[in-house]
């Protein structure tokens, strides 16, 4: 059984900074691409960056490009997102999912096959 649990969202001013992390657990990591998805009231989840197996390979939105950066710890099972320059236009739930058939990089929300239950970022202008 798959699990990911993420955590470190919560209430910042615009122009802050959070880092948010998510652990797994289960038998799929190391070998496995991960993304990082939000998503805002009333609109549909959407991509914000995703990482490849091995950590050399990411791929960002254009929204967050430059401000965000997504790194994983394969020795801790843990991948995060650091968020920097934060807009209230970031305000959303953020998910992490796993691509359990695939090392490789992906922005479509329909090829990661387990999610978290998400984390709500806040930022107040």
């Known amino acids: 059984q798959v699990q990911l649990v993420e955590s470190g969202g919560g209430l910042v001013q615009a122009g802050g900074s959070l880092r948010l992390s998510c652990a797994t657990s289960g038998r799929i990591f190391s070998i496995n691409a991960m993304g990082w998805f939000r998503q805002a009231p009333g609109k549909e989840r959407e991509f914000v960056a995703t990482?490849?197996?091995?950590?050399?390979?990411?791929t960002y939105a254009n929204s967050v490009k430059g401000r965000f950066t997504i790194f994983r710890d394969n020795a801790k099972n843990t991948v995060y997102l650091q968020m920097n320059s934060l807009k209230p236009e970031d305000t959303a739930v953020y998910y992490c999912a796993v691509r359990s058939q695939s090392r490789y990089t992906s922005s479509t929300v329909k090829e990661y096959d387990y999610w978290g239950r998400g984390t709500q970022v806040t930022v107040s202008s």
């Open positions: 990482i490849n197996w091995s950590g050399d390979s990411t």
